[in-house]
């Protein structure tokens, strides 16, 4: 079995992607939103435990927003992103309305971590890479982290048809990464123009069963899942990953080094803000080497490839920076993502050139056991969360 490696030099992506029984529909084949309910209203729905939705907290901004859009070229190009690419990111208020300006909400680990000693401290005559460094190590030694993220959403238009998506996702770690008997949960939930929604556990991640359920039917107005798929079980993590290409150990899948970096970012420091007591890092990548963004595409051209029959032509990147907040304890507050890109799509001999993407989202992090998460709306312990399996 194998062990994750542990984070000294490159940091890796939430970042999940839709499986292999997610369908793609043909321009004459989209539906409006009644016709979505009542094809779904059709189907059997499985058992579900129900809960009750309800709002929690303010917002608390923080800087710039996120922000997230997607413009492409054809009906097509879109439905064959929305059908494939879901990014790890959390809609804050379970809402159907789309904000596009979405800023840091403060949901979870609000307050600078008590209760936690890091192995590696951090100090104001650090430059940005070398605290990154530091507080990423901090984050895979700590006995328990909880992060959720919270992006804008999707407003736009293709040609005469509306899209708005929501997207959102939770994950809870349980023992350091490198314990030999580290849980994770993890859940990813898409919806409005499109609806899909997907959780897995893991009691061990080196010696047990990976369980995985997927959504069978989803409330577009605020993405609670209402009924489930019967549980898959894998053997280990390994048959989990061959099977989803979805790494939920990982924090992103781009390779963020001192020899991917941009030379501005090497040499900058970060700055503090003394009031709230964390630091703010700026990280831009050079978008011009491969390899910084090399696992991307190949995790982005598989999904493309096994779950569409589509295939990546060429994928540039056109933009890559981060805004990474990190508590003067040494631990992470927040990881903000900015990201565009365009490519061009062959589909069953089609081909879609100019498909641009530009995704920006925020992941909030906590470390304390005792504080509740937001789950389909109401507030749960992790433990209670973990026991939905």
């Known amino acids: 079995m194998k062990k994750r490696d542990e984070i000294d030099d490159e940091i890796l992506d939430d970042e999940e992607f839709l499986d292999d029984d997610e369908e793609v529909l043909d321009d ?19 058992k579900a435990k129900k809960v009750s939705a309800s709002n929690k907290g303010g917002k608390k901004k923080l800087g710039k927003g996120a922000k997230a859009g997607i413009i492409v070229g054809s009906v097509v190009a879109f439905l064959a992103i929305a059908a494939v690419l879901v990014i790890w990111v959390i809609f804050p208020m379970l809402s159907a309305k789309i904000d596009p300006n979405a800023s840091y ?15 590696e401290e951090v100090n104001s005559n650090m430059k940005t890479m070398e605290m990154l ?3 990423l190590k901090n984050y895979d030694a700590v006995d328990y982290a909880a ?6 959403g999707v407003s736009t238009r293709v040609g005469p048809i509306p899209v708005d998506q929501a997207v959102q996702s939770m994950k809870i770690r349980v023992g350091k990464a490198s314990d030999s ?28 069963k990976v369980y995985y359920r997927k ?14 798929n019967e549980t898959e079980e894998y053997a280990d993590f390994d048959a989990f990953k061959e099977a989803k290409t979805t790494d939920f150990t990982a924090i992103w899948s781009y390779d963020v080094t001192d020899k991917t970096v941009t030379s501005e970012t090497k ?25 910084a963004i090399a696992e991307y595409k190949k995790v982005m051209e598989y999904q493309l490839s096994k779950n569409m029959n589509a295939d990546v032509l060429g994928l540039t990147f056109t933009t890559l920076e981060f805004e990474i907040g990190v508590w003067d304890n040494g631990f992470i507050r927040y990881i903000g993502i900015k990201e565009s890109y365009n490519m061009t799509l062959s589909m069953s001999g089609l081909k879609v050139p100019g498909v641009n993407i530009s995704n920006s989202y925020m992941n909030e992090y906590s470390y304390d056991k005792n504080e509740k998460i937001p789950y389909q709306g109401e507030n749960k312990s ?8």
């Open 382 to 389: 992790y433990k209670d969360i973990f026991n939905l399996f």
């Open 267 to 291: 040499s900058s420091k970060p700055t503090y803000d003394k009031k709230e007591g964390y630091y703010v890092l700026k990280v831009a990548v050079d978008i011009t080497n491969e390899a």
């Open 28 to 46: 004459d084949e989209i539906l409006d939103d009644e016709e979505l309910e009542e094809e779904e209203d059709e189907k059997p729905a499985k």
């Open 133 to 135: 460094n530091a507080a």
């Open 215 to 228: 959504g069978s039917k989803i409330d577009k107005s605020n993405g609670n899942v209402k009924s489930w």
């Open 181 to 208: 008997n580290v849980q994770y949960f993890g859940r990813s939930v898409s919806y409005g123009f499109t609806q899909m929604a997907e959780e897995y556990y893991t009691k061990n991640l080196n010696s047990d």
């Open 105 to 119: 909400q403060g949901i979870i680990g609000n307050t600078k971590p008590t209760g936690v000693t890091a192995v």
């Open 147 to 152: 992060n959720i993220c919270v992006v804008g």
